[in-house]
């Protein structure tokens, strides 16, 4: 069996991270996470450090948060190398409460964290099994910002074939079985030309709350898939959302799992006070 974990946006919340890598042990062979690491949250080297050490095959890429924390660490460094992460984004784009916690992970992160963030790739494409995996934070794209920056909504955000198109048009290869994005906060699955009879989002509007945790078998063998956030969901339901992918069995889960926000919350309150009044920021309910 070859089983494969895919999280996605931790966002420095090792209070949800530790409590999905816990339940991962002993269950996966390898680990994919599809960026976002840091910013947003408090906690971004506990969560670097379990992922840097993590001891199994790994397979990460670069998200937009990533890059704000290794800018303001380069900044603060006064390293020479710091203005080519503007390519992918400008500081005015970014919400104050954000930007405030680029500048609070890059003063606590060290050397090692940094250069960890640096050489993640904007996309990567790699075989597990018999399967070749396209990864990506934002949206498999000809154009690098897009890769990381710009969104790939499912249903019904965006209709079915344009969320399909755009992520098979520039995946890079025909050959691609399994594409894995992350950035919405809002998780998906495609298999081939139609979604799995599940929208979250939908789901959320209607007040039906999905049951975890929520499996989908694909015979036909092409997927597309976004696991949802470990640290700041954005799809109504706010337990940390990540998947096992079973490569054998043709097999996806997805799961939620319960963590302590009150703790998250009293930190949130104490060093970035605007993120809470900030309603879209954390959107999680204590
Ligand atoms: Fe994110």
Known sequence: MVSVGI??????????LEIVLDFLTDKIDSL?????????????????????????PTYYCLGNHDIGVRY?????????????????????EVRPAARQMF????????EEHYNFLEQLPVFNQFQIGQKLIHLTHGTPSKIEKDKVTRYLPAPPIQ???????????????????IIIVGHTHQRFFINRDRIQGWS????????????????FNFPRDKIILNPG???QPRDGDPGASFVILDLDANNVRFYSLEYSR?????????KCPSSIQDSTFWEIRF
């Open 32 to 56: 994919i996470c599809a960026g976002d690491f840091v910013g947003y949250g408090f906690q971004p080297t506990e969560c670097l450090e379990s992922l840097i050490d993590y001891s199994l």
């Open 103 to 110: 500048e609070n992970n890059a003063e606590v992160i060290s």
């Open 200 to 215: 979250h989002l939908g789901d959320r509007y209607n007040n039906i709350m999905v049951k975890y945790p929520k499996e």
């Open 229 to 231: 956030a470990i640290g």
């Open 72 to 92: 303001e660490y380069c900044k603060l460094s006064e390293k020479n190398s710091c203005d080519k992460d503007l390519q992918f984004f400008t500081l005015d």
């Open 7 to 16: 999280i996605s946006d931790i966002h420095s919340n090792f209070f949800a």
């Open 262 to 270: 009150k703790e998250l919350y009293k930190i949130a309150k104490r």
């Open 159 to 177: 209709p079915l074939r344009q969320t399909i198109d755009r992520a098979q048009q520039y995946s890079g290869t025909k050959n691609v079985d």
